[in-house]
């Protein structure tokens, strides 16, 4: 599992567990949520080869599938938003922000996303997908930060 | 878009009730109620408001689609459609802004399963996946 560089500057998250929400660097990896104290992942996930057996894969921040990817969990929850050129396979997927299914994707997992992307030739076996306005209210935590730091 | 000469088109102004079928191009511009079948293309237009069971060649969602949709072919979701029902296609294109709740089944083995009478893969077992019981 790679990790994406982030900027330096801090930004607001919100914790998975409790929905507390708080500020972290832009460098940050994770911490503990200051609402519950629980252990949080805050980074961008990017997956580029098989990760399997997973109850949960959870991060504040967003999660990059790569082509030879593949993500077999119960539950998938990224806050940041989803990226998927390979395989995932969840009981259950979150998004707080705009999923992307490219088109060498294959998708099979009841989803849930404020916006979803789903390119021409992406494969999706059967799945419910809820694409409401603000699922878990994660829309007006900001733009996540962009670029390369 | 074909011809308006090959188009049937429900106009804005107008609420139809009933089963619908074509062989070209049909375009919902105002409201449907029933059932639509063809072999081509159903446009549903930005305002359009459409309840209906779907069995179509490709369809491109630009308004309010309610039941369910079967497609030998694409589906297009843009980004003011809004649909609310389960999608059976070959291909998919949902662009962001695009609203949708439903059961969703996408690709060659899904689009076999459909033609070769196994009934709509997103109803496995007990009938499930209609959308418009609201699974969450």
Not at chain 1, 73 to 84: D, L, S
Not at chain 1, 133 to 147: I, T
Not at chain 2, 16 to 38: N, Q, W
Not at chain 2, 102 to 131: H, I, L
């Amino acid at each position: 599992m790679a990790r994406k560089a982030k900027p330096a500057g801090p930004h607001l998250v919100q914790c998975y567990h409790c929905r507390h929400r708080f500020e972290v660097g832009g460098r940050a990896q994770s911490t503990s949520c200051p609402g519950c104290n629980k252990p949080v992942i805050v980074e961008d996930l990017v997956i580029d080869k098989l990760k399997a057996g997973l109850i949960e894969l959870r991060t504040c921040g967003s999660i990059t599938v790569k082509k030879k990817g593949r993500i077999m969990a119960e539950r998938i929850e990224a806050h940041g938003g989803i990226v998927c050129d390979g395989i995932i396979e969840a009981k259950k997927v979150l998004s707080g922000r705009h999923v992307v299914i490219n088109k060498t994707a294959t998708w099979r997992g009841d989803l849930q996303a404020p916006s979803i992307e789903l390119k021409l030739g992406a494969k999706v076996k059967p799945s419910y997908f809820d694409i409401p306005a603000d699922p878990q209210g994660l829309a007006d935590l900001g733009e996540p930060p962009s670029g390369d730091g | 878009m074909a011809e308006t000469g090959e188009t049937t088109v429900i106009g804005a102004d107008s609420h139809f009730k009933g089963e619908l079928s074509f062989d070209k191009t049909a375009k919902i511009v105002g409201r449907f109620d029933g059932t639509i079948t063809g072999k081509g293309e159903l446009q549903v237009s930005k305002n359009a408001q459409c309840k209906a069971d779907v069995q179509a060649g490709s369809v491109a969602v630009d308004g309010r689609v309610e039941g369910n949709v079967n497609v030998s072919d694409t589906v297009k979701l843009n980004g003011s459609g809004v649909v609310k029902g389960d999608i059976t296609a070959a291909k998919m294109v949902v662009v962001e802004g695009a609203s949708f709740m439903g059961m969703c089944a996408v690709g060659p083995e899904a689009q076999k399963q459909m033609s070769a009478g196994g009934g709509n893969p997103n109803k496995p077992s007990q009938g499930g996946g209609d959308a418009q019981q609201g699974k969450k």
